[in-house]
Nanobody, 126 residues
Framework: QVQLVESGGGLVQTGGSLRLSCAASGRTFSNYDVGWFRQAPGKEREFVAVIAWSGRNSYNTDSVKGRFIISRDNARNRVYLQMNSLEPEDTAIYYC???????????????????WGQGTQVTVSS
């Protein structure tokens, strides 16, 4: 497993931007796909975006396409989520998670992630 710590959350107005960072420890970080999930009050944790171990492929859920960009820097053991044009519906705790490339579950399936950070709060005011 890899240890993950998120940062960069905060309070922002509608239309604003935030950049979340996920810092990883462990020599095997570059072997992991990394995803971002979010959980709003009273709702289940949902998939937001994922980036492959190599950084060459990524995928966003439909609700954030064209607004959020996921990237990674394996040399620095970092994954980022650039969030633009934020909406009140984006308010949630955001988690980064590590997914082994040998997982039998799909990249949007929460069961395929075995390492989780503690989360960072994002609040978008209207």
């Amino acid at each position: 497993q890899v240890q993950l710590v998120e940062s960069g959350g905060g309070l922002v107005q509608t239309g604003g931007s935030l950049r979340l960072s996920c810092a990883a420890s462990g020599r095997t970080f570059s072997n992991y796909d990394v995803g971002w999930f979010r959980q709003a009050p009273g709702k289940e944790r949902e998939f937001v975006a994922v980036i492959a171990w190599s950084g060459r492929n990524s995928y966003n859920t439909d609700s954030v396409k064209g607004r959020f960009i996921i990237s990674r820097d394996n040399a620095r053991n970092r994954v980022y989520l650039q969030m633009n044009s934020l909406e009140p519906e984006d308010t949630a705790i955001y988690y980064c998670a590590g997914r082994s490339r040998s997982s039998i579950y799909g990249v949007q399936d929460i069961r395929s992630y075995d390492s989780w950070g503690q989360g960072t709060q994002v609040t978008v005011s209207s």
